[in-house]
């Protein structure tokens, strides 16, 4: 069973890092596209950051770019976000994703499988 749990969230002040981590069980991350999204109260789930499979590019969403980085450690089947820079309009659930394949990569439909969320709170 594809199992993927989310960690490292927490409140943060403005201009502050964090790390969340995203740990996978029944799939190989190494061999699997894997993407983060985020969902403030009200609001639709929005893309985030990807990593494809195929020649391990990366694309961030314009919002998050410079500040934000996907990483994964093939070891530890796990996945990362490294956010720095953080704004208050980052504040969110975030999720991680992953599916066998993706096209851009961008569209949260593109995935199959889902974390079940980390909340970020970055105060003003």
């Known amino acids: 069973q594809v199992q993927l749990v989310e960690s490292g969230g927490g409140l943060v002040q403005a201009g502050g890092s964090l790390r969340l981590s995203c740990a996978a069980s029944?799939?190989?991350?190494?061999?699997?596209?894997m993407g983060w999204f985020r969902q403030a109260p009200g609001k639709e789930r929005e893309f985030v950051a990807v990593?494809?499979?195929?020649?391990?590019?990366?694309y961030y969403a314009d919002s998050v770019k410079g500040r934000f980085t996907i990483s994964r450690d093939n070891a530890k089947n796990t996945v990362y976000l490294q956010m720095n820079s953080l704004k208050p309009e980052d504040t969110a659930v975030y999720y991680c994703?992953?599916?066998?394949?993706?096209?851009?990569?961008?569209?949260?439909?593109?995935?199959?499988?889902w974390g079940q969320g980390t909340q970020v709170t970055v105060s003003a």
């Open positions: 029944g799939l190989t991350v190494s061999t699997y596209a």
């Open positions: 994703a992953a599916d066998r394949r993706v096209y851009y990569g961008t569209g949260a439909s593109e995935y199959d499988y």
């Open positions: 990593r494809r499979w195929s020649g391990g590019s990366t």
